[in-house]
């Protein structure tokens, strides 16, 4: 609400032929000091917007660290391998990935009718052969490819850097005796 005074003023005017005093009456107007001036509510405005600014940078920040915790912990999967009595050896697949995946087990049946399978005791020594290049050669074995070998057929999993290395993995395989065909499924990441 608007102040309002009145003042008085008196003003003496000289002129080369008179000399006299006027008296003036004037209105004058004060505004309202109450309230908040334009400054402290821009001042609070900024105020605002930064605060808010800092608890969505707070927020985007904690998401960040959980999601990353969160890939920190997952587990690679799990290979159970049950072993029958008196066969040979299972084939062991590790397979890289999500924990989610359910362990996979293959056993080579055993022998019906006295006769061995034409391809159990190959398999074996295919695998053992697959495993033993992916091992011992310098260029695979960092890799954490994954072979896995049934009726001649070997199966290639995991992630290499680039195509050119996919094939000469693949080219590796190929040329081990008892190696009948190649999945090739690695992927290039």
């Known amino acids: 609400m608007a102040e309002r005074e009145t003042e008085h003023r008196r003003i003496v005017v000289d002129t080369p032929t008179t000399h006299r005093e006027v008296e003036r009456t004037e209105a004058v107007h004060h505004p309202d000091r109450s309230g908040i001036s334009g400054a402290a509510l821009a001042a609070i405005v900024v105020g605002v917007i930064a605060l808010a600014t800092l608890i969505i940078l707070f927020v985007m920040n904690q998401q960040q660290t959980a999601n990353e915790n969160a890939l920190t912990q997952q587990q690679p999967a799990t290979t159970i391998v049950q072993q029958p009595a008196a066969q040979q050896p299972p084939v062991i697949i590790q397979q890289p990935g999500a924990a989610t995946q359910p362990p996979v087990i293959i056993n080579n049946p055993p022998a019906s009718g006295g006769s061995a399978p034409a391809t159990g005791n190959g398999d074996s020594a295919v695998q053992a052969a697959v ?55 690695i992927s290039v990441g």
Do not use: H, M, P
Request: glycine share 10%.
């Open 131 to 185: 495993d033993k290049r992916l091992s011992e050669d310098s260029t695979f074995s960092g890799l954490g490819i994954t072979a896995t070998v049934l009726d001649g057929k070997v199966t290639l999993t995991g992630i290499v850097q680039n195509q050119a290395l996919k094939t000469q993995v693949e080219r590796a395989i190929r040329n081990i005796k008892g190696v009948t065909a190649v999945d090739n499924q």
